[in-house]
């Protein structure tokens, strides 16, 4: 009997559902029936599509496979409708699972308040069934759940990724940036740079861009190197899919760049973790790393993609912070024509400092903020 499809639904921010839909088209994943939400994507496929999806996504960041959905009016009666769910058929009392939720325009006003009913009613479920209860792990949990709450309709899923796939899997530590790794992949997709050219950063920091772009141009799935998902102790779980996904993902990878990826900072610890950071990642012998203030930086060659994230926020240590977008805009003016530059920018004021027009805007929300994706044309002198 053929396998039933499997709705499932990938997490982004918002502005990127479009390269996210790009991504889940592509034969590597080949999702069927892809729709754009808000904030998210919704697509169609078999357990191994969904393998796949967490194999291949740069730009994603939660990989959710539905698993029931109902109208409720109230926390009642989403704690009733939770607590006849089969709890026993994904789950053994020694296991552990959390909830996590969302809620809008709801009778259950508060996302924790939702989660808690959820994860009473599994609990009520299982002591009804077996006398005893899995217990809550909010970091590794075996099953983790994720719901959705929007006006009356619930929609529960199990949440395949675990550990949202921003972490690759070659950082130990958070770094004070602006960017995470799925935010920076999907910068690169849309600059539409697959290795064809010189790629330059000249404002690294921890060398996200750089990174991600090695792993763009090599063709190696970003999920290769995370060393557990949740959805392998789960009782439908296809071994044989999984590994083939995985195989494919292996062969698929290349040994080699056309293009140099170029990487500097005025900072050498940010330089080193850069470093670092690129050796986890197997691709370290690809770039070459420099340290130098833009000002004085001289590329090894002219970049025919230069992509880079100025301080802005967190980074922005400066006591006048407009003068590295100062330096920058002369940089990009002076050493690098022709090109085109993607400036990625949280502040518009500081923005105009580079002294240059873009030719085209990506609004892009990370977190709370209103994020922009700026495309600048540096045509060759006249």
């Not at 291949?56 to 607590?83: C, K, M």
């Not at 909010?138 to 994720?146: G, Q």
Request: proline share 5%.
């Amino acid at each position: 009997m053929p396998e039933s499809p499997i709705r499932y639904f990938v997490t982004c921010a918002r502005g990127l559902e479009g390269v996210v839909a790009t991504e889940l088209e592509d034969p590597r994943i080949g999702a069927a029936s892809v729709e754009e939400g808000s904030s998210g994507v919704y697509f169609t496929g078999t357990l191994a599509t969904g393998y796949r999806a967490n194999l291949w996504l740069r730009s994603g960041v939660r990989v959710l496979a539905e698993h029931a959905r109902a109208n409720v009016r109230g926390p009642e009666e989403l704690y009733a409708w939770a607590r006849a769910l089969p709890w026993t058929k994904l789950l053994r009392a020694e296991q552990t699972f959390s909830v996590e939720a969302r809620v809008w325009d709801s009778a259950v006003t508060h996302s924790k308040y939702a989660a808690l009913r959820i994860k009473d009613a599994l609990c009520d479920a299982f002591r009804d069934k077996t006398g005893a209860r899995p217990d809550v792990d909010v970091h590794r949990a075996d099953l983790p759940l994720f719901l959705y709450l929007f006006k009356d309709q619930a929609t529960l899923y199990r949440d395949m990724s675990g550990v949202t796939l921003h972490k690759r899997g070659y950082r130990d530590a958070l770094h004070k940036s602006s960017l995470n790794e799925c935010v920076a992949a999907a910068a690169l997709q849309i600059t539409g740079w697959h290795g064809q050219h010189a790629l330059l950063d000249p404002m690294c920091g921890s060398g996200t861009f750089g990174i991600e772009a090695a792993l763009i141009a090599l063709n190696r799935a970003p999920g290769l190197a995370r060393e557990r998902w949740p959805f392998e102790g789960w009782p439908d779980f296809d071994a044989n899919a999984w590994r083939e996904a995985k195989e494919e993902a292996r062969t698929a990878a290349r040994e080699s760049l056309d293009a140099p990826i170029f990487l500097n900072d005025v900072h050498r610890g940010a330089v080193g973790l850069a470093r670092k950071d690129a050796a986890a990642a197997g691709v370290e012998r690809f770039i070459e790393f420099s340290n130098c203030d833009v000002a004085d930086y001289v590329p090894p060659a002219v970049p025919g993609t230069v992509i880079t994230n100025p301080p802005w926020g967190e980074r922005l240590k400066s006591e006048d912070p407009s003068e590295p977008w100062r330096k920058l805009g002369r940089f990009l003016k002076d050493r690098c024509r022709p090109s085109t530059a993607w400036i990625f920018s949280g502040n518009a004021e500081l923005t105009r400092h580079l002294g240059m027009k873009a030719d085209r805007r990506y609004p892009v929300m990370l977190g709370k903020t209103d994020c922009r994706l700026l495309k600048y044309e540096i045509h060759a002198r006249a």
